[in-house]
């Protein structure tokens, strides 16, 4: 009966039209365009302009406290000093040295990121008194019981990943690009990342880590961004959650300071032994 109704009302249609004036025109109506997103292009768009933002500023030196936490709540406190070095054509140096507490003070922690080649990262044990190179198959293991993977400690470099732009969504009140990337290097032991990308300062908010087996492994959040130099966004807390262990680690930066006239004179292998 339904199709039978429908069908009248259709055939009844033009015999209206026609009625309410002989003479109107007959109006062609063109097909709406739809704009198909190039989703890869688009990815790789925001985040290239994520890593436009944040050259130029040379060196820089940070103080940090990283907190570990356990399931249970329980907290262990270390102390360390960051410096890091903006490399041109390459990725950043950086050198991590250990202040407190007493039984990791003087280790100290060396990288250098490369684009797709892989990462070079050494480690000063101060009880055995030797320099540990970090095997590039072992950059997926924990950076000294913390919920930070070595290969979480290098700089972004925009050739180490693919990309997709996802949607935008507003996440913690800002509004945000989401954008999945996918590493091209070896051994990482994630299959993919979903970043929230700032729409208007182009500064990470949140991170999700998805693991081989692309389960949703860790969440990292970035808080309270500070500018510097007129230009560059630094967070002063970031906060790693593991949600398989229910464990988390917390880094909070301070004094911040740029342009110190560091050089890779700073950051070579003989410096990891002088930094106790």
Do not use: C
Not at 30 to 49: A, D, S, Y
Not at 62 to 83: A, F
Not at 112 to 120: G, M, N, S
Not at 139 to 147: D, H, N, R, T, W
């Amino acid at each position: 009966m339904k199709k039978v109704v429908l069908s009248l009302m259709f055939s009844l249609l033009p015999g209206i039209a026609f009625a309410e004036d002989i003479n109107a025109e007959v109006i062609s109506v063109e097909p709406v365009q739809i704009e198909e997103i190039n989703t890869e292009q688009k990815g790789f768009e925001v985040m290239q302009e994520m890593d436009k933002r944040d050259m130029g500023w040379g060196d820089m030196s940070t103080s940090m406290q990283m907190v570990l936490k356990n399931k249970n709540g329980d907290e262990h406190v270390r102390n360390l000093k960051m410096t890091t070095l903006e490399m041109q054509d390459d990725g950043d140096k950086s050198l991590s040295i250990f202040d407190s507490p007493r039984d990791i003070k003087g280790t100290a922690f060396l990288s250098f990121t490369h684009a797709l080649d892989a990462d070079e990262q050494w480690l000063y044990l101060p009880a055995l008194k030797r320099v540990k190179r970090i095997s590039s198959s072992n950059k997926s293991g924990p950076f000294l019981g913390s919920e930070f993977a070595f290969e979480d400690l290098t700089s972004f470099e925009l050739k180490k990943y693919k990309y997709n732009y996802l949607r935008e969504e507003v996440v913690d009140g800002i509004d945000s690009f989401v954008i999945e990337t996918y590493p091209q290097y070896k051994h990482s032991g994630y299959t993919r990342n979903i970043v929230w990308v700032d729409k208007e300062r182009y500064i990470p908010i949140k991170i999700d880590y998805y693991d081989r087996k692309d389960a949703l492994l860790k969440t990292q959040t970035f808080n309270d961004y500070q500018q510097y130099l007129d230009q560059y966004w630094r967070a002063n807390n970031s906060y790693m959650e593991n949600h398989l262990t229910g464990k988390s680690t917390t880094l909070v930066w301070e004094n911040y300071t740029f342009r110190n006239g560091l050089t890779e004179r700073n950051f070579d292998k003989n410096t990891l032994k002088r930094s106790r």
